[in-house]
T-cell receptor, first 113, second 113 residues
Framework: NAGVTQTPKFRILKIGQSMTLQCTQD?????MYWYRQDPGMGLKLIYY???????DKGEVPNGYNVSRSTTEDFPLRLELAAPSQTSVYFC????????????FGSGTRLTVV | QKEVEQDPGPLSVPEGAIVSLNCTYS??????FMWYRQYSRKGPELLMY????GNKEDGRFTAQVDKSSKYISLFIRDSQPSDSATYLC?????????????FGKGTHLIIQP
């Protein structure tokens, strides 16, 4: 059972470039999330989805977009990358009846130069 | 405002010691409380959760909640080098946590062999 898979693991972007961070889960979870983690800071919620076709903004959505066309996939799109988006990005998923039991991917380390 | 405060550490203790990790929170509406563990360059993983006030024990780990003082503790007995990680105090954004989790900044724990 793979759990939550994120690709790529590392990426360096130039200012103004765009990219998509991929996230796939094979646990048939309805809820999926994107967080970013900056050094010395707690994880901040970017976007989340409670099911296919439904997405909602989290605490720090500016500069990002998401889509949820299937239960399994929840890609995060960065448009016009900025140095402030240098961070580690984590995708997570959970099931409706699970108490706090989020399953996280191993993260994507993104550097914008 | 929902905030979770933790001492970032690092906290360094010798192997076999009892470790006490603590956090405080501001919003009295939280109904359950979680500890996540994050190893270096990995995603967070749920360690344990507890409802309301009181203690919950799981092997060498004990979670303690004092809702009257909004204080949460995690105790680790017979600490091992493999316990070296960052411990995150985590609360749900809402009752079920479907719309995300609020993370503390984490306490970096080092167990010296």
């Amino acid at each position: 059972n793979a759990g939550v898979t994120q690709t790529p693991k590392f990426r360096i972007l130039k200012i103004g470039q765009s990219m998509t961070l991929q996230c796939t889960q094979d646990m048939n979870h309805n809820y999926m999330y994107w967080y970013r983690q900056d050094p010395g800071m707690g994880l901040k919620l970017i976007y989340y989805s409670v099911g296919a076709g439904i997405t909602d903004k989290g605490e720090v959505p500016n500069g990002y977009n998401v889509s949820r066309s299937t239960t399994e996939d929840f890609p995060l799109r960065l448009e016009l990358a900025a140095p402030s988006q240098t961070s580690v990005y984590f995708c997570a998923s959970t099931d409706a009846g699970t108490v706090g039991g989020y399953t996280f991917g191993s993260g994507t380390r993104l550097t914008v130069v | 405002q929902k905030e979770v405060e933790q001492d970032p550490g690092p906290l360094s203790v010798p192997e076999g010691a009892i470790v006490s990790l603590n956090c405080t929170y501001s919003n009295s509406a939280f109904q359950y409380f979680m500890w996540y563990r994050q190893y270096s360059r990995k995603g967070p993983e749920l360690l344990m959760y507890t409802y309301s006030s009181g203690n919950k024990e799981d092997g060498r780990f004990t979670a303690q909640v004092d809702k009257s003082s909004k204080y949460i503790s995690l105790f680790i007995r017979d600490s091992q080098p493999s316990d070296s990680a960052t411990y995150l105090c985590v609360l749900p954004e809402s009752g079920g946590g479907a719309d995300g989790l609020t993370f503390g900044k984490g306490t970096h724990l080092i167990i010296q062999p």
